[in-house]
């Protein structure tokens, strides 16, 4: 349980000065001042009675709001320090950051630690090869291929270029495969839907791949049928890392496949949900960042249901911060049981995980116990699939549940370049979910 981890004096005492630096100096926090209970008061007591930071507030405060009066924000711009950049995404959910690459680089480096191999063989100067979205990293170029020395970086190597990762003929993934050999990456970073995607074309065209020293995904859910299609090609170790852009690097999977958090950079406040859907080991995440001189990020709503570790133990024996045994997905992917009971993608993946023979799903809840789930197999017994995936979800959101099958050739990603593997096709008010009351036992030590 969380509140029987302990944490060094050292993260209390980041805590603190985050804390008190921005409710002082930093504009967007002046007005949480009168939240404050004071500093008789426990640190954990004060972070929970503040309020809560959101996209909506970063947009009203950028950039101004973020970083203590004294700074020279022009100074840091016009000598490289920092710089600002905007997430991918539609007008609603794009927001523009103030980066630090320096403290990205440390935040990345502090989170190695968590993953023994990882630890072991990143030393800052590997070299890398990143298999994403360019909309999220790298080099955007739809119409013309970029040669490979266009798509290098420092250390890193992206493998692609394209928005559209339906547009990706086989001569695209045949460079792929070509480009991982040459450059012979220790790290290869993937977004988990485009590796699936490619393991698939290799597998399909018995072909082989390069095996790097470690795979790390990132960018978005990995579902089981990903880890199931990566694992057919790849026979390496696969660590799972999650982190924003607002926020950098929150919580690394370690070689025992529990979650650590990256207690050196920022702080994690848990708020469990209600014990009907899935609390109190299940919940959402506030994330503070420390050593970030550039940007103060507090409580920052990262919109991710992560489940607590009941052990509160790993077999690898770090101890440093939260432990989690699974990180469930975005808010935005829950969907909801016919009596209303909230279902957490990482539930629902679990679910369809039985099924065999699946390359991607997607699905929809369009309305109270009406669900369309959107299926792409190579199986040729595409009724008995429909039928199987219908039991499954039947079973998951109860026998009255209105399920509709749909196969199809391909799934295609979001407008931000990544993928929605579930959503609600109406609004899910996620504080209705949350146990205020355990949130304040837990504080006060309850
Ligand atoms: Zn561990």
């Known amino acids: 349980m969380p509140h029987s981890l302990a944490f060094s004096t050292e993260y209390y005492n980041r805590s603190l000065n985050v804390l008190e630096t921005a409710l002082s100096q930093v504009a967007a926090y002046k007005s949480w001042q009168v939240y404050d209970p004071g500093r008789e008061y426990p640190i954990d007591t004060r972070y929970a009675a503040m309020p809560i930071l959101t996209k909506k507030d970063i947009r009203k405060h950028f950039p101004q709001g973020f970083f203590p009066s004294d700074r020279d924000i022009m100074g840091g711009l016009a000598n490289g320090e920092i710089e600002f950049v905007r997430t991918s995404g539609t007008i609603d959910n794009t927001i523009t950051n103030i980066w630090n690459q320096k403290w990205w680089d440390a935040s990345e480096k502090a989170s190695w630690k ?19 979205n360019p909309l999220n990293v790298g080099f955007v170029s739809d119409s013309l291929e970029l040669p490979m020395g266009k798509r290098r970086l420092a250390r890193f190597l992206y493998l692609n270029e394209k928005t559209d990762p339906s547009s990706w003929s086989s001569e695209h993934m045949d460079r792929m495969i070509k480009e991982l050999a040459v450059f012979k990456p220790v790290v290869l970073e993937a977004n988990p839907s485009l590796l699936a995607k490619l393991c698939r074309y290799i597998v399909a065209c018995k072909k082989t791949a390069f095996q790097p020293g470690l795979i790390v995904l990132t960018y978005e859910y ?4 990903h880890y199931q299609q990566i694992r057919q090609v790849f026979h390496v170790p696969i660590a799972s890392s999650y982190g924003t852009t607002e926020t950098g690097y929150v919580f690394m999977q370690c070689e025992e496949g529990k979650f650590h958090q990256n207690s050196e950079f920022c702080r994690v406040d848990f708020q469990p949900l209600q014990s009907e859907h899935g609390g109190p080991l299940l919940g959402s995440i506030l994330v503070t960042t420390f050593n970030n001189p550039w940007y103060y990020v507090v409580r920052f709503d990262v919109g991710d249901l992560v489940r607590i570790d009941e052990e509160g133990k790993c077999a690898c024996g770090r101890d440093s911060g939260l432990i989690l045994s699974a990180i469930e997905g975005r808010v935005t992917n829950v969907t909801l049981t016919c009596t209303g009971r909230l279902v957490s993608l990482g539930e629902l993946d679990e679910a369809l ?14 309305a109270e116990g009406v669900y369309y789930l959107y299926l792409v197999s190579q199986r040729p017994d595409k009724e008995r699939v429909s039928e199987e995936a219908s039991e499954i979800l039947k079973r998951l959101y109860g026998k009255d549940a209105k399920v509709s099958v749909v196969s199809e050739s391909a799934i295609s990603s979001e407008s931000s370049g990544k993928y929605c593997i579930s959503s609600t096709m109406f609004p899910v008010e996620m504080e209705c979910y949350l146990d205020e009351s355990y949130a304040l036992s837990y504080v006060c030590g309850g």
């Open 353 to 366: 995980s039985f099924l065999e023979g699946i390359d991607e799903y997607r699905l929809e809840q369009v």
């Open 114 to 132: 968590l993953h023994s191999y990882a630890n072991r063989i990143a030393t800052g100067n590997h070299p890398e090869a990143i298999l994403a």
């Open 222 to 225: 990995p579902t089981n049928f």
